[in-house]
């Protein structure tokens, strides 16, 4: 079974802070995917990478930059944290080109 | 541009109705297709996909989608509905590389 972990469950942080979300998986998966989900507007997809060192913009990049040191890991970075980014965080990775997608739990997100 | 729309934000059923959730794409040439489920509290899963071969396809749970090309529609049905099935469900489409583009979701209350 495909395995996708990510580091925190809840996560409450404080305006300006710097977050670091993880992401593991463990099927040698070449692309790896960071969405965030919010009520009545599914899922966004915010990074992506096809390849270890290799990261390219989603729909929504702004506010977050991306980590890909090893090919099981990805790492979602927020710079500078803002209540904006309260959301719920999923991390998701794929095989080859057409492969669907295998969620992480999820990180929900709180910036107060 | 291309996009996945889900026509229901909101269904509420009671236990043994049937189900049919509305799914529509925009994109003219090969697409893959997807139903995903997030039950409460857990992470999303696939349900069902559809690659090419046959338009009707059977995927978990007792869920069943069609593929209509003339329509660009993956509509997700099920004959009977039990009160497990309340979740949200999400279309997806893959329509030329590795990014799989959502839909905004369908809630599914079943009552008892």
């Known amino acids: 079974d495909v395995k996708v972990t990510q580091s925190s469950r809840y996560l409450v942080k404080r305006t300006g802070e710097k977050v670091f979300l993880e992401c593991v998986q463990d099927?040698?998966?070449?692309?790896m995917f960071w969405y965030r989900q919010d009520p009545g507007l599914g899922l966004r997809l915010i990074y992506f990478?096809?390849?270890?060192?290799?990261?390219e913009k989603g729909d929504i990049p702004e506010g977050y930059s991306v980590s890909r040191e090893k090919k099981e890991r990805f790492s979602l970075i927020l710079e500078s944290a803002s209540t904006n980014q309260t959301s719920m965080y999923l991390c998701?990775?794929?095989?080859?080109?057409?492969?669907?997608?295998?969620f992480g739990p999820g990180t929900r997100l709180t910036v107060l | 541009a291309q996009s996945v729309s889900q026509h229901n934000h909101h269904v509420i059923l009671s236990e043994a109705a049937s189900l049919e959730l509305g799914c529509n794409y925009s994109y003219g040439g090969t697409v893959n297709l997807f139903w995903y489920v997030q039950y409460p509290g857990q992470h999303l899963q696939l349900l069902l996909k559809?690659?090419?071969?046959?338009?009707l396809v059977k995927g978990i749970k007792g869920f069943e989608a069609e593929f209509i090309k003339s329509k660009f529609s993956f509509n997700l049905r099920k004959p009977s509905v039990q009160w497990s099935d309340t979740a949200e469900y999400f279309c997806a489409g893959n329509f030329r590389d590795d990014k799989i583009i959502f839909g905004k979701g369908t809630r599914l209350h079943i009552l008892p």
């Open positions: 990478s096809y390849d270890v060192k290799m990261k």
């Open positions: 099927m040698d998966h070449e692309n």
């Open positions: 559809y690659f090419s071969g046959d338009p």
């Open positions: 998701a990775s794929s095989g080859p080109q057409w492969n669907e997608q295998f």
